[in-house]
């Protein structure tokens, strides 16, 4: 069955990095596009970054540009989310999810997340 | 950026209730519309995609449809385990964006 875990959530000072990883298994990872999805908390769903299957094509959401890094690794069935500078705003839940295409459509399973709060 | 207007932001309904959402999008998104159940401290679930397909093992009480830019998500009968909040996704282009949602609760 598929199954993402993310790690790598903590608490972090502002202006400081955290990256986070999601491992995978049960599919063919490298037929699928994954994409990282944040939750602040009380708040909605926010998506953040797609990496292609293959890793050659990446798009970030705006509020993130130039800060963080989508990058996989489709040998150890990795992707992970290298996050700089990090901001009050940062703080949320972090989802991996798997998309259905190579590309980007709907993300049919998500990982149970990880907790960022970026905190003095 | 398309713009996901979810509709109402929350309702409150009893089992047995048929319950209808509507998101609509800030421009044609054809039929590039899938829709999230999140429960508290939970993951999101798919539910359908392109937006009247039932994911696998949905149960067939949830519905969709629409195209362009407005869809409903319907709920034909309110169960105990569907109180929860409700979103749509777009993929018609990046960045992919969710609409707000819409908080289902018990009346």
């Excluded at chain 1, 990058?71 to 705003?89: G, I, P, W």
């Excluded at chain 2, 950026?1 to 047995?16: E, F, K, N, R, Y």
Aim: contains cysteine; neutral net charge; glycine residues 10%.
């Amino acid at each position: 069955q598929v199954q993402l875990v993310e790690s790598g959530g903590g608490v972090v000072q502002p202006g400081r990095s955290l990256r986070l990883s999601c491992a995978a298994s049960g599919f063919t990872y490298s037929s699928h596009a994954m994409h990282w999805v944040r939750q602040a908390p009380g708040s909605g769903l926010e998506w953040v970054a797609v990496i292609s299957y293959d890793g050659s094509t990446i798009y970030y959401t705006d509020s993130v540009k130039g800060r963080i890094t989508i990058s996989r690794d489709n040998f150890k069935n990795t992707v992970d989310l290298q996050m700089t500078s990090l901001r009050a705003e940062d703080t949320a839940v972090y989802y991996c999810a798997r998309d259905y295409s190579r590309y980007y459509d709907r993300l049919d399973f998500w990982g149970q997340g990880t907790l960022v709060s970026v905190s003095s | 950026d398309i713009q996901m207007t979810q509709s109402p932001s929350s309702l409150s309904a009893s089992v047995g209730d048929r319950v209808t959402l509507t998101c609509r999008a800030g421009q044609s998104i054809s039929s590039y519309l899938h829709w999230y159940q999140q429960k508290p401290g939970k993951a999101p679930k798919l539910l359908i995609y392109d937006a009247s397909t039932l994911q696998s093992g949905v149960p067939s009480r949830f519905s969709g449809s629409g195209s362009g830019t407005d869809f409903t998500l319907t709920i034909s009968s309110l169960q105990p385990e569907d109180f929860a909040t409700y979103y749509c996704q777009q993929s018609y282009n990046t960045p992919v964006t969710f609409g707000g949602g819409t908080k289902v609760e018990v009346k």
